[in-house]
Each structure stands twice: as C-alpha cells, then as structure tokens.
T-cell receptor, first 113, second 114 residues
Framework: DSGVTQTPKHLITATGQRVTLRCSPR?????VYWYQQSLDQGLQFLIQ???????AKGNILERFSAQQFPDLHSELNLSSLELGDSALYFC????????????FGPGTRLLVL | AQSVTQLDSQVPVFEEAPVELRCNYS??????LFWYVQYPNQGLQLLLK??????LVKGINGFEAEFNKSQTSFHLRKPSVHISDTAEYFC????????????FGAGTRLTVKP
C-alpha cells in the first residue's frame, strides 16, 4: 500500500460527458502528479501541483484540468470526453519535485463508450 | 526534451537466471534516472533511482542499475530472478535543469518461467 488513494477505481461514461477523478496523497507529501496510461501512448505525465499551485505541465489536453485543494487532495477533471480518453489515470505524490520518490496510487480506469 | 527508449518490449527468462532490462535515454542536459515496476492491476513502485554520485545504484528486491553517461544508458539487472518478479518495468528520465517533466519508456514485460 503506497498510501495514495484514488477514487473511483472504475468509471464508465459516454462521449461528450465530464468526469472528476480524485486523489489523496500520502500524509506529508506536498506534490501531486497526474499520469495517463494507455495502450497506444504509454505512460504520460499530465500535470503536477505543489502545495496548491500548479508546478509543471506535461501532455495535458485543454479539455482536461486539475486542481489541488488546501487539504492537498487533488482532482482531475476530464470534459468533452472522447473514445481515445479511455485509459488508466494514475495519481502519484512526493515530498517535493521530480527527483523525489513518487508514490503511485492504484489508478482509476476510465472507459468512454 | 528528454526521451527514453526501452530496447526490449518483452523479456522471458527462467527462474533463478540473471536478467538485464535495457534502457537508453536522450537529453542535452544532466538527468535523473528511475526504474519503476508495475505489478498486474497495481500502480507503479520505485525500484531505484540515480540522482548523482556512484554510477551503480542498488534498489529494492535485489535489483541494481548502472548509469553510463557515455552510452546514455541505465540498464537494470538482477542476478537471479524469481517468479514474483514477473511484471512490467518502466525506465524514466527527468532533467536536472527545468525539473518540470518526467518521460517514461514504453515498458518491458518481464516474464519469469518456472
């Protein structure tokens, strides 16, 4: 158990819809990262938040957004969903930046029909 | 921007045999290097990382990796594998300068046979 929790575990929705994925980091970790894992694109970094502020942006689509709340949990919002957004979405947390060990949650599997 | 190539998509090996999973990276600046393992239906777990100093890095579960700057490689090795090592292994790189991204390789599926 990494100490990082993600909800829900599975999500099935339709094209054009909007969903919210939630992540609670390990106790004491200030950074939260979001990753997308799909068969065709592999594992991709989406975005990082550190202590409530956006710190780094990767291959995140404009239809996607995230935020980190004062209690340090984070939410990833995916809107206008397309079939190609079907993937496993991981959240990870660490004490600081990318050089620190990241602890990954179990992921949310999103299926867009 | 940095990139990672994992040279083998699948590596089958017999139990108790040695294994090497190969990783090459590309970057114009100094990098941090990582190996993560993903067991079925689980998130990733850090095996080891290279930040600086000794080029031979020891990790968990008996794994080690060697950073070779001239070859731009960071190969993962284990002298004797177990059935429980069957998993997907990912090499990843992050740059020291502009430490604002992490790139992963496509993964190597290690299958340990009895």
């Amino acid at each position: 158990d990494s100490g990082v929790t993600q909800t829900p575990k599975h999500l099935i929705t339709a094209t054009g819809q909007r969903v919210t994925l939630r992540c609670s980091p390990r106790s004491g970790d200030l950074s939260v990262y979001w990753y997308q894992q799909s068969l065709d694109q592999g594992l991709q970094f989406l975005i990082q938040y550190y202590n409530g502020e956006e710190r780094a942006k990767g291959n995140i689509l404009e239809r996607f957004s995230a935020q980190q709340f004062p209690d340090l949990h984070s939410e990833l919002n995916l809107s206008s969903l397309e079939l190609g957004d079907s993937a496993l979405y991981f959240c990870a947390s660490s004490v600081g930046g990318f050089q620190e060990t990241q602890y990954f949650g179990p992921g949310t599997r999103l299926l867009v029909l | 921007a940095q990139s990672v190539t994992q040279l083998d998509s699948q590596v089958p090996v017999f139990e108790e045999a040695p294994v090497e999973l190969r990783c090459n990276y590309s970057s114009s600046v100094s990098v941090y290097l990582f190996w993560y393992v993903q067991y079925p239906n689980q998130g990733l777990q850090l095996l080891l990382k290279y930040l600086s100093g000794s080029t031979l890095v020891k990790g968990i579960n008996g794994f080690e990796a060697e950073f070779n700057k001239s070859q731009t490689s960071f190969h993962l090795r284990k002298p004797s594998v177990h059935i429980s090592d069957t998993a997907e292994y990912f090499c990843a790189v992050s740059e020291l300068v502009n430490n604002n991204d992490m790139r992963f390789g496509a993964g190597t599926r290690l299958t340990v046979k009895p």
